[in-house]
């Protein structure tokens, strides 16, 4: 799946815990992103990232954080989950502004 | 697996039949488009995409037609197979910050 990996795959944890979900990659590529999807809603953008340490919001931003140190690494953390941020979330990646994205496989994330 | 929104507009096709999927854009100044497949449990994957600058764009079997006076986008399928059931995302690149953002999706049904 061209080089991208989310980890982890499902986690469930409590309302008010912090989590971090990471989206690795091989291909060096700057452009990177996290969406989250739900039913009726598709693919919304939270974050993204146009280089290291250079990031910038999405549509749906409040709750979240990001950071990118290094190039192959973006991570979105909530830092006190809440029952809404229950979600599948994506991590994408580009190499321009005229190629396509390619999409990582996913993170079940339920918030209890 | 991740599931997929479930409230989704739906086009039902018979197999062998062609089906066209619809999206209407919202950024007059969008310079890029991208049509997505998703299956059930995986990620988008690229179809095809076509530039501001093209009217329309072919490839195997798929077909993406763009009118800017409309903003509006469609995917031609033709011949639909079993194997094309999924939704169908189009997503258009904002350009000057890059950030990629997805319609809401269309579930295609082909009927055997």
């Known amino acids: 799946d061209a080089g991208i990996t989310q980890s982890p795959r499902h986690k469930v944890t409590e309302t008010g815990t912090p989590v971090t979900l990471r989206c690795h990659q091989t291909e060096n590529h700057r452009y990177m992103y996290w969406y989250r999807q739900d039913p009726g809603h598709g693919l919304r953008l939270i974050h993204y990232s146009y280089g290291v340490k250079d990031t910038d919001k999405g549509e749906v931003s409040d709750g979240y954080s990001v950071s990118r140190s290094k190039t192959e690494d973006f991570l979105l953390t909530l830092e006190s989950a809440t029952s809404s941020q229950t979600s599948v979330y994506f991590c994408?990646?580009?190499?321009?502004?005229?190629?396509?994205?390619?999409f990582g496989q996913g993170t079940r994330l339920t918030v209890v | 697996g991740e599931s997929v929104g479930l409230h989704l507009p739906t086009l039902s096709v018979q197999e062998g039949d062609n089906s066209i999927i619809n999206c209407a854009y919202s950024n007059s100044a969008s310079d890029y488009f991208i049509w997505y497949k998703q299956e059930s449990g995986k990620g988008p994957q690229f179809i095809i995409d076509?530039?501001?600058?093209?009217d329309k764009r072919q490839g195997q079997r798929v077909t993406v037609l763009l009118n800017k006076t409309v903003k509006h986008l469609s995917l031609q399928i033709a011949a639909t197979q079993p194997g094309d059931s999924a939704v169908y995302f189009c997503a258009e690149n904002l350009g000057a910050g890059n950030m990629l953002t997805f319609g809401g999706g269309t579930r295609l049904m082909v009927k055997p």
């Open positions: 994408a990646l580009r190499g321009g502004s005229k190629g396509e994205a390619f």
């Open positions: 076509i530039r501001s600058n093209m």
